[in-house]
């Protein structure tokens, strides 16, 4: 047998290419959008990728299957548990089969025995893999997708917080911990192949070990130390960090079907050509500390990174086209990784430098945690303070008389925002508050302030702070 996974750092998904060497078919299990390595790695290795199977309807990122399957001709392999409302509906495109529990097939000599794990949704299913070319009749692993996790199982929150379905997240936690009870049964020796690592929203705990066994995930995961159901339900449901708005969005898309995508140079723009066009957004991929010295009016400033991906989902408005300020040499990067989550409008992009000699760029004013302590001190009736962090980060500790605005959700809360006061606004380090100053800028918060070091250089320095709601 040949095994391979693949990890995308940017959105910390895991996806695996499984070959049987005796006949030369492969496998491809939870595919990324961007199918080239899938195809790379059957060209070097002598494979014919027959076969693509999903462990559930991701949500955090577009999945490749639908792409995979019309390149290759591959077969599909999908769960066809949970209601109408998780059915896919591009599989009567290609050669198919749908699963339920303790369905088995093959690839080749090896086989997949069919384990259904709702939960985290309610068609998840986690697949056994036995080598019997290669003489076994035991397990070598499971393929969990998002039920279990190194050190994690997955959060069954996502449909009530990303989707608006009320009631769900309770009855995903109770169908999780029978899941588990499910998991317990397997061999301690078997391998554990999830489909996340550390980073990802899909869970709130996850391990950066890309693979574990059972037996040490039975020892060592909390979910398997709560044999008390309430007592489980109520664990998985705390602290849950807010799922990114384009959740809901990559829920319909990989159920309905992804768009096959195009092949298309992203052309440079002008800033004459720019400032024609008002219909576009301009995400600014720079580093904070250029962008705060000078950008486009309106921007948003999204550093390229490992994070750029996640915060676009959260911030692009997906109906528009979008110009990138972004170097030449990480155009390409950059449409992936918008792609990835399921933007499909980049339009072109503009080099740094050719912004430069804009004369109506803006700027943002920094201030230390100690200065930002005595405006408060001397004109309280002057500055809010606004704290970007997630629920989990500010229930640790917080500024006193804060406002808690999670930087996803600003765009949709301006209304709660106070128009007579200059903003201080913070995170816990100070990278997501350069993100959030972008946001206010663009919706005409013009004279916001960042704190240098956020929360963390305000305890540094010792200034009072409250754990109190």
């Known amino acids: 047998m040949f095994f391979r996974s693949f990890f995308d750092e940017n959105l910390a998904q895991m996806s695996y290419f499984v070959g049987c060497q005796k006949t030369g078919e492969a496998l491809i299990v939870d595919p990324a959008r961007h199918i080239s390595p899938y195809l790379e790695t059957a060209a070097k290795e002598g494979f014919h990728i027959s076969a693509v199977t999903e462990t559930h309807i991701h949500a955090d990122y577009v999945s490749g299957s639908r792409e995979l399957a019309k390149k290759t001709g591959a077969k599909l392999f999908l769960s066809d548990e949970g209601d109408e409302n998780w059915k896919y509906g591009f599989a009567e495109e290609f050669d198919h089969e749908f699963l339920k529990d303790g369905s088995v097939f093959t690839i080749g000599k090896i086989e997949l025995k069919v384990l259904h794990t709702p939960g985290h949704t309610p068609e998840s299913i986690s697949y056994v893999l036995t080598d019997r070319g290669g003489g076994s009749d035991v397990p070598m692993g499971i ?102 708005k384009y959740f809901a969005l990559m829920k319909k898309v990989n159920k309905e079907g992804p768009d096959y995508l195009r092949e298309a140079d992203i052309q440079e723009m002008s800033d004459k050509d720019l400032k024609k066009n008002s219909e576009v957004q301009v995400i600014d991929t720079r580093p904070s500390d250029l962008f705060k010295e000078g950008h486009l009016p309106g921007s948003l400033n999204i550093p390229f990174g490992k994070t750029f991906a996640n915060w676009a989902g959260w911030l692009l408005d997906y109906s528009r086209e979008a110009v990138l300020v972004c170097e030449s040499a990480s155009v390409e990067q950059a449409k992936k990784m918008l792609e990835s989550v399921g933007y499909d409008k980049t339009a072109a992009y503009i080099e740094p430098k050719g912004i430069s000699e804009i004369s109506d760029m803006e700027t943002y004013e920094e201030v230390t945690a100690a200065e930002a302590a005595d405006l408060l001190k001397s004109n309280p009736e002057d500055y809010a303070v606004i704290d970007v962090r997630n629920a989990a980060e500010w229930e640790q500790g917080h500024i006193l008389e804060a406002k808690h605005m999670m930087l996803g959700t600003i765009q949709k809360r301006t209304d709660e925002l106070p128009g007579d006061k200059k903003l201080l606004v913070h995170c816990q380090s100070g990278v997501r508050s350069a993100i959030a100053m972008s946001v206010l800028q663009a919706e005409g918060y013009k004279d916001s302030i960042n704190i240098i070091g956020g929360f963390s250089a305000w305890k540094e320095a010792d200034l009072p702070y409250s754990k109190e709601s």
Not at 158 to 169: I, S
Not at 181 to 200: C, N
Not at 207 to 213: I, K, L, Q, S, Y
């Open 143 to 244: 393929f969990t997708g998002d039920f279990v996790f190194v050190g994690d199982i997955g959060r069954p929150d996502l449909l009530e917080k990303a989707a608006g379905v009320t009631g769900t997240a309770e009855a995903g936690a109770a169908a999780m911990y029978q899941s588990v009870q499910k998991f317990r049964e397997l061999p301690d020796y078997m391998q554990v192949w999830p489909a996340h690592g550390a980073g990802s929203s899909c869970g709130k705990a996850l391990g950066a070990v890309p693979v574990t066994t059972a037996g040490y995930e039975k020892k060592n995961n909390w979910a398997f130390k709560l044999d008390n159901k309430d007592d489980f339900i109520e664990e998985l449901l705390k602290g849950q960090p807010e799922p990114p």
